[in-house]
């Protein structure tokens, strides 16, 4: 059974930095697409960064030169490098990973983690 567990959030202030780690159990990363997403208050959750199987990676448009999303294979762990947080990056944050079976799809998320940014 695939298990995902997020850590590294927590309350900083504008212009801070944070690492969320995303530590998978039952599966191996480097053969999923990972992915953060974001869910902030009275929102959807939102794809912010996401990493393919080959190590391509995307994110979006506002967090483009600010995050970095990375996979150490070795430790099983994706990490989502956080600087320059606006108060906007407020919210709970979850790691996906898309495991496939053929070319069908299967994704599994984390518990998340809370990021708060004050400004």
Same mark, same amino acid.
């Given at each position: 059974q695939v298990q995902l567990v997020e /850590?590294?959030?927590g309350l900083?202030? #504008?212009? $801070? /930095?944070?690492?969320?780690?995303?530590? #998978?159990? $039952? /599966?191996?990363v480097s053969r999923n697409a990972m992915g953060w997403y974001q869910q902030a208050p009275g929102k959807q959750r939102e794809l912010v960064a996401a990493i393919t199987r080959g190590g391509r990676t995307n994110?979006?448009?506002s967090v483009k030169g600010r995050f970095t999303i990375s996979r150490d294979n070795a430790?099983?762990?994706?990490?989502?490098?956080?600087?320059g947080?606006?108060?906007?990056?407020?919210?709970?944050?979850?790691?996906?990973a898309t495991e496939y079976d053929g070319l069908?799809?299967?994704d599994f998320w984390g518990q998340g983690t809370q990021v708060t940014v004050s400004s």
């Open positions: /850590s590294g959030g900083v202030q #504008a212009g $801070g /930095s944070l690492r969320l780690s995303c530590a #998978a159990s $039952g /599966s191996i994110y979006a448009d430790k099983n762990t994706v990490y989502l490098q956080m600087n947080l606006k108060p906007e990056d407020t919210g709970v944050y979850y790691c996906k069908v799809p299967y």
